[in-house]
């Protein structure tokens, strides 16, 4: 694939074919896998990957288990023994106290340093099995097989892994690599419209940050996304994986500050989850209309123009999603930012724009405009 690919918009991806590319990093690289509803082959690529598998751990979302999770485990149930855990949905999965029942159910399935775990389902799932799979044992193989379009383009890929404490989200964490990534495009068909709609945020998030021509393929395919159509979901996951990929190998412990533009719309996004109450908005909602305040903000400080917050918020709104909170509170939201991981020395950070496919952290420590930033978008 070269880097002007995604740019036809072209069927390029029919139903089984496959695209690869793969995670730069060294002994700790590897193969992130995009595939077209082909998901009777993962257990195979698995086996592939990891030739000396003899015990997979499957830990899925409850709400897949039945259509993905169960075909695995039948799967790799024939050539070698596979256990099977299920997460309820959602975000209270990601706490200390599932966790601890996964490490239970680690070793009453006599899980040990061959096993491998199997992480099936969106952010959740990943995040804590990965966790699971960084710590049991001071560490086992783990596989991300991601069932929803924001954990294929962002958080499957680039091992970070984690719970939430009382006090914050992704608090308590490891840095874990995966040993492999399949994404089929088919499990997205499962996803409802605002699970997926939420995806597109990370999507648009990549081309706002890191690749003006893919932002413009957005805006000529956005349509084609919000159906779903294989293909350009295919591409665009693609594209996006790319990106992430190459971010993550630059700075795979966001040390530099190079990774930490991935976090593009988060600082404001994580505020107005935590303000809003967990669960009022999804993740992809909350970090869109984050990026409709980060721009606010970057245009404020002479960083961009009228034209950049206009494009974003157009494409934002043709893919179904928020720009605008009425209820946003700076009162509420700025103590919630300051606990934010980017915080240096109680400085702000924030990921700011300077133009379409770019962005940088900026430390921000003036209040009044920060404010105006978040009532801009009431
Ligand atoms: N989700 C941001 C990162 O992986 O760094």
Redesign the pocket.
Known sequence: MNDTDHLTGENRLPQGRTDELRVELGGRGYPIIVQCDAWDSVVNRVRQSLPDLTHTLVVCDEAVRQRWGNPLVEGFGETGRCDLFTVPSGEPSKSLESLGRLWDWMLASGADRRSVVIAVGGGVVGDLAGFAAATYARGIRLVQLPTTLLSMV??S??G?TGINLAGGKNLVGAFWQPSLVVIDTATLRTLDDRGYRGGLAEVIKYGLIEDADFFDWLEANADHLLARRDDVVARAIMTCCRI?AAV?ADDER?TSGR?AI??YGHTFGHAIEATAGYGVFTHGEAVAIGMAMAARLARSLGRIGDEFVARQDVLLTACGLPTRWPEADPQAMVPVMKKDKKVAHALLRFVLPTRIGHVELVACDSLPEIEAAILACR
């Open positions: 962002d958080s890929v680039g970070k992430k993550v966001e990774r991935l976090n």
